[in-house]
């Protein structure tokens, strides 16, 4: 009686029989397809996300110019009302000083507007998105990046800055205690754009000039 089926056979011979008996060329064939396959996915990929960051990095710089544009405006109106409330302290101390002469009313209005101060705040949504979400990295230019970086961190120096200088000098050494003097009363003029226009909306709506002195 002989030995039971598959028992007394070498195993090592059956694995190299049956190795024999395998289509290497397809085994390759197929193998170099699949990672042909796996290679060309990943490029495709990596292609995308290229030109998904390359548009975002396009809708980015487009939202920091058109807000660049922006504070430029902000800018250039914070400097008109600085320079008028510098032609104003001049007109003031050199009438108090008796240097020139001056009608009572145009100064009490020049040291009347002296009371009032400009803040600055910069549109910075697009900044504090790229911070935020880490896509900083999208601007591929290192020196562009670090060009919109050092921009608004000098941006926020200047706001501390004129924050500060308001809070000291316009309120707190100005401002209140020539309120509690009462040596001028309260115009209705300013060198505020925003406030001068509402008041001239105001005076056409009423029909009257508006003056604080009726």
């Known amino acids: 009686r002989g030995p039971p089926h598959g028992h007394g056979v070498n195993p090592v011979r059956r694995i190299a029989d049956a190795l024999r008996d395998m289509r290497w060329a397809q085994v390759v064939l ?11 996915a990943l490029a495709v990929d990596g292609w ?23 504070n430029v405006d902000i800018l250039r109106e914070f400097v008109g009302f600085e320079e008028k409330q510098v032609v104003d302290g001049i007109l003031a101390y050199r009438a108090l000083r008796g240097v ?5 009313e145009t100064v009490s209005e020049a040291i ?13 949504a697009t900044y504090e998105d790229l911070l935020s979400t880490g896509n900083i990295g ?3 230019d290192p020196i562009l990046r670090g060009a919109v970086v050092s921009l608004y961190e000098q941006a ?14 316009v309120d707190q050494l100005y401002s209140l ?18 406030v001068s226009g509402a008041l001239v909306e105001v005076s056409q709506r009423l029909g ?7």
């Open 30 to 40: 197929e193998l170099t397809l699949l990672i042909l396959g796996i290679l060309i």
């Open 177 to 194: 205690p020539l309120a509690d003097s009462g040596l001028v009363a309260p115009r209705s003029t300013t060198n505020l754009p925003a």
């Open 208 to 214: 009257v000039p508006v003056d604080a002195s009726q």
């Open 138 to 140: 999208l601007i591929r």
């Open 48 to 70: 995308m996300d290229d030109r998904r960051d390359a548009r975002l990095e396009r809708q980015y710089l487009e939202r920091l110019a058109g807000y660049l544009d922006q």
């Open 100 to 104: 020139e002469q001056a009608d009572r």
């Open 156 to 169: 926020d120096r200047v706001v501390t800055v004129v924050d500060r200088n308001n809070q000291l000098l």
């Open 112 to 124: 009347h507007h002296l009371t009032h101060r400009r803040t600055v705040r910069f549109v910075r």
